[in-house]
């Protein structure tokens, strides 16, 4: 058995559950703040974030077993990254209730995806298909967190 088998996954499910764990000792907070109509149910939220991380983890893992590349380090270290991200997104909104933050934060966030998607299109395409839902989900996300800033300045 390959071991990306077992680590991409871990990684997988330790930043789910950073997050999750993050945002449900914020839900207090959240819950007093005004949310835009547009804002999705939260069991609709949970249940894109585990098809975001499923498809995800199938594109690590399809990209780490296609072979070494050129840029196989920088696309490895642009997962971490973009694991890192996405709990450092959960700490800043949740965590502290930093709106304006976590909008930059966000950014961060879906330049990792934007870069994962072009860099994976060029030798995965698989992979790099995988990613899109992420992306569109994360620049969604970046447009709501916006509007929560501004009806809570």
Known sequence: MKL????????????????????????????????????????????????????????????????????FKLIIALFIANALLNVLWSILFFGFGQIGWSIIEMLFLNLTNLALIILLWQGNLASAVLIIPYFLW?????????????LNK
Do not use: D, E, H
């Open 4 to 71: 990306n088998y077992f680590i991409v996954p871990l990684i997988t499910l330790i930043t789910a559950l950073s997050g999750s764990w993050i945002t449900n000792r914020g839900m207090a907070w959240y819950q007093t703040i005004k949310l835009p109509a547009i804002a999705p149910a939260g069991s609709f939220i949970g249940m894109v974030w585990t098809i975001i991380f499923i498809l995800a983890t199938i594109s690590a893992i399809l990209f780490w077993n296609s072979g070494r590349g050129v840029n």
């Open 138 to 150: 994360v620049s969604f996300a970046t447009y709501l967190t916006y509007s929560i800033w501004g």
